[in-house]
Nanobody, 124 residues
């Protein structure tokens, strides 16, 4: 089993940047796809980006494509979500999740382990 801990959220103005991170403990990330999801107040949790471990490539939701980048630091068992040109609609709690599914998992039910979330607030 893998435990996930997010950090690096915060509050920024529109146009700013943040880089939340997701660190694993218990098991190595090397055989897990890691995804980022977010949930705005009153809305359902939605997919943001995924970093596959086998048989796929990085994949992004249309709303963040070109602004967000997901990356891995294998030595630290950490996955980052570099967020640039942030918009107020990016506000929400950001969660990372892990699954051993191959390919490019992008749906909530495809993930087995979840972190506790980190708050991102973008003001206009």
């Amino acid at each position: 089993q893998v435990q996930l801990v997010e950090s690096g959220g915060g509050s920024v103005q529109a146009g700013g940047s943040l880089r939340p991170s997701c660190t694993a403990s218990g098991r190595s990330f090397s055989t897990y796809a890691i995804g980022w999801f977010r949930q705005a107040p009153g809305k359902e949790r939605e997919f943001v980006a995924t970093s596959p471990w086998f048989g796929g490539t990085e994949f992004y939701a249309d709303a963040v494509k070109g602004r967000f980048t997901i990356s891995r630091d294998h030595a630290r068992d950490t996955v980052y979500l570099q967020m640039t040109n942030l918009k107020p609609e990016d506000t929400g709690v950001y969660y990372c999740a892990a699954t051993q599914r191959v390919g490019t998992p992008a749906k909530l039910h495809e993930y087995d382990y979840w972190g506790q979330g980190t708050q991102v607030t973008v003001s206009s």
